[in-house]
Every structure is written in C-alpha cells, then in structure tokens.
C-alpha cells in the first residue's frame, strides 16, 4: 500500500523546531538537577594521607656506640651524614639476672637500653660532634629512652651543650618519660650556668614535675644548692608552692638536712626561704613541719632560726608527735651534736614535758635526761626508762642514774649531776 506523505508548511516547521528546543532546554536543566543531587549526597573525597611518621630505625653496631662514646668527631662525621642516620636509636641489649615467680628461680633475661646519638654527645660534652649532628638533621627534641638531649646536658651538667641545645631551638620546659624538665635535673653545684641558660631561654621556675608537682625550688632546696635557690628566687620562685604530697621548699631542706657536715648549707637554704616569706609552720608530709624535720635531724642552729621566725615548738605531726619527741627520738643517733641542747631551746619556747614513756629514748645520753627530767614539777617514776639503760653506761654514771631513780615523786634538783 502506498505511504502517503504531506508537507509542512514553514509556520509549523518553525513551531517544531522551537517545541525542540524547549524540549532539550528542559532535558539539560533536568540533566544538571539530577547531577547536583548526586553529588550532594556523594563522599566527600578523602584529603590524600598525611606522611606517616618515620619507622625508627635502630643502630646496635659496638663501633658505632664506640665512636659516640669517645666523641670520635672524624668517625662520627664518616658514619652520620644526613637525616636519616643522624636520628639512628642507639640500643644496647644486656643480660640481667631477675626472679622468676613461675620457674621458682634467677633467670637471665634481656635488658634493652636506648638512646640517641645527640643524646650521648650531649650529654658527654661533646659539643663539636653534637653540632655536627645538629646540621646534619638530628631532631633536638627527640625523647629516646625517656630523655631528650637537653635532659642529659642539664644533669651531666654540660653548660656549652645546653647553650648549644638551646640555640638549636630545644624546648627548656620538655618533661621527660619520668616527668621532669632540664631545670629539675639542675642538682649538683657545678649546674648553676646550666640553671642560667635554662631560665634566660624561658625555663618556667614553677613547672613542677608531672607526678610529684616538684618545683626546681624544691629540688635546690632538698640538695642544700644555696647559689640556686637564690637564682630561683630571683626569677620569681614561689616559696609558698606546695608539692602533691604538701611540702613546701623549706619541708623539703629541713628534711634532707640529716649530715652534721651539711648543717652549714642547709642552714643557708633555710635562711634564704624564710627571707622569701616562707612559712615555717607550714605542715607538710604527716604533718611535719619544718620544726619536726630540723629538730628530728639534730639540728639545733636550723631549729634555732624556725623558731626565730615563728615555728610552733608545741604542734604535733598526725602520729601525735611534737618537735620535742622528734628530738627525744633523735637523741642516740646525733649524741655528739649535744641534742640537749635542741631540747632546752624547745623548752625555752614553750614545749611542755614529755610522756614519761618518751623517756626512754633519751635515756642513753645523761645530758640530755638531765634536761628532761628537770622539765617535770616532779621527777616521774624511773620504770619507763631504767630497763633501757646498758650496764656499762649506767657503772659510767652511776650517781648520775641512781640519784634519778632515788628521787622519783620528788621535786626536781639533778641540775649539773650529769654534767
């Protein structure tokens, strides 16, 4: 059958053509809806990777720890020439007896010990072969088997190299793996420079160490450094701050003062700390004050100055003790530093008579019983104390001892009888 056909007139081909174009327009819009849907709800793209932290690498050659060890500058020079080996971690593995609950027994077992080459230039003086490792990439913050290079420097103490640590950019205020800054580890007198730098390059003074919340004012004080503790002082050191368990600096030189050789400095410490508007009645550990500590130590110029500045010669620690029994429990092992004369001051500033039961540890030492017997209106019952008495001392001091315990119940009059 014949298809018949007719033709369009220019009017309508017009008409088709702008219906096409409508059409399209309409497509294209719907096209790029639908595109701007999608996309909206596409993942974001992830960001590319960071660069991920460099594996350590380890270095355990004996010729190389050698090189370090000796500050072998050419060798050094030959084995660290870039980025790579400069932060190389040196580790050493030694063997070490440890009891082992399971097999009933010592075994050896591995001990494995880590460090950095900057770590031992540094902290071995070796200021030449740490700069090298400086310009050559070692990472000057680097904490390697718990210490950064700087640690090792303050407490060797190396000045130059933590003059050196510093100019590289070192952080003064890094804590190690134990918690403690480079100015915590300023502990021996010949640290003082170290101290300096550390603080001209924004050491803060009254950081304290992460667990304990001790400050380089307190390390100063319980190591007896005189010159640092007027350094910290200087700096703005808080006198007052306590540690977590509630010492202040002055707890800790009253504490540490224990040696007769060492009364001078710590004497020194203390005068310093109470010039500062330290506290002397302020309790700390136990309720030890700086009063107990000194008077517990036998030392009777500290105890003497504590008291100048206002020390409460009467309050007791949280065990019920007082500086009086402090002293009296003092008396046998610091006989030769005259304890009776820690006793008399204390009774001159208002301690009053001690337990009898306390007397027993005087006892040994008659200067120092003769002083406590004549603190009583009545001289007390010698059963508390006549046991603890050796006979040989008792044959040395015989009128001594036999007139004390004669006179029980009576009015005291043992003046001089001991001496």
């Given at each position: 059958m014949a298809q018949e056909t007719f033709a369009f007139t220019s009017s309508a081909l017009r008409s088709l053509r702008l219906q096409r174009e409508l059409l399209e327009q309409e497509?294209?819009?719907?096209?790029?809806?639908?595109?701007?849907?999608?996309?909206?709800?596409?993942?974001?793209?992830?960001?590319?990777?960071?660069?991920?932290?460099?594996?350590?690498?380890?270095?355990?050659?004996?010729?190389?720890?050698?090189?370090?060890?000796?500050?072998?500058?050419?060798?050094?020079?030959?084995?660290?020439?870039?980025?790579?080996?400069?932060?190389?971690?040196?580790e050493t593995v030694s063997e070490e007896l440890v009891w082992s609950p399971e097999q009933g027994l010592w075994v050896l077992s591995p001990r494995r010990q880590q460090t950095s080459a900057l770590r031992i230039a540094a902290g071995r003086g070796y200021g030449d072969c740490a700069r090298h490792l400086l310009l050559r990439g070692a990472e000057v913050d680097a904490v390697v088997g718990g210490r950064a290079p700087l640690h090792d420097s303050a407490a060797a103490p190396r000045p130059d190299c933590v003059r050196l640590l510093l100019a590289f950019g070192a952080d003064p205020n890094l804590l190690s793996a134990e918690g403690s800054a480079p100015l915590h580890l300023c502990t021996a007198?010949?640290?003082?420079?170290?101290?300096?730098?550390?603080?001209?390059?924004?050491?803060?003074?009254?950081?304290?160490?992460?667990?304990?919340?001790?400050?380089?004012?307190?390390?100063?004080?319980?190591?007896?450094?005189?010159?640092?503790?007027?350094?910290?002082?200087?700096?703005?050191?808080?006198?007052?701050?306590?540690?977590?368990?509630?010492?202040?600096?002055?707890?800790?030189?009253?504490?540490?003062a224990e040696r007769p050789e060492d009364a001078e400095r710590y004497y020194r410490v203390a005068e310093r700390l109470l010039a500062a508007n330290a506290d002397p009645r302020a309790a700390g550990r136990k309720d030890h004050t700086p009063l107990h500590n000194a008077c517990g130590n036998g030392q009777l110029r500290l105890a003497r100055l504590l008291l100048r500045h206002g020390a409460d010669a009467t309050v007791p620690n949280c065990a019920g003790y007082t500086p009086m029994d402090c002293a009296l429990h003092a008396v046998e092992e610091y006989r030769h530093q005259r304890p009776e004369q820690t006793i008399a001051l204390l009774l001159d500033h208002g301690a009053g008579p001690v337990h009898p039961k306390m007397l027993k540890f005087c006892c040994r030492h008659p200067p120092a019983l003769e002083v406590v017997l004549n603190a009583f209106d009545r001289i007390p019952p010698a059963e508390s104390w006549v046991g603890a008495v050796?006979?040989?001392?008792?044959?040395?001091?015989?009128?001594?001892?036999?007139?004390?315990?004669?006179?029980?119940?009576?009015?005291?009059?043992?003046?001089?009888?001991?001496r």
């Open positions: 497509d294209r819009r719907r096209a790029l809806a639908r595109e701007s849907a999608t996309r909206r709800f596409l993942p974001v793209s992830p960001r590319p990777p960071l660069t991920p932290p460099r594996r350590p690498q380890y270095c355990r050659d004996p010729a190389v720890h050698n090189a370090l060890y000796t500050g072998d500058l050419l060798r050094i020079k030959s084995i660290f020439k870039d980025e790579t080996t400069t932060n190389l971690i040196m007198p010949d640290s003082l420079p170290c101290a300096e730098l550390l603080l001209a390059h924004g050491a803060r003074v009254n950081l304290g160490t992460r667990d304990r919340q001790l400050t380089a004012l307190h390390v100063a004080a319980r190591q007896g450094l005189v010159a640092h503790v007027e350094l910290y002082l200087r700096h703005g050191a808080d006198p007052a701050r306590r540690s977590r368990q509630g010492e202040t600096p002055l707890n800790a030189a009253c504490a540490a050796p006979p040989a001392l008792w044959e040395e001091h015989r009128d001594f001892y036999a007139s004390a315990a004669r006179m029980a119940g009576q009015p005291r009059r043992l003046q001089h009888l001991a």
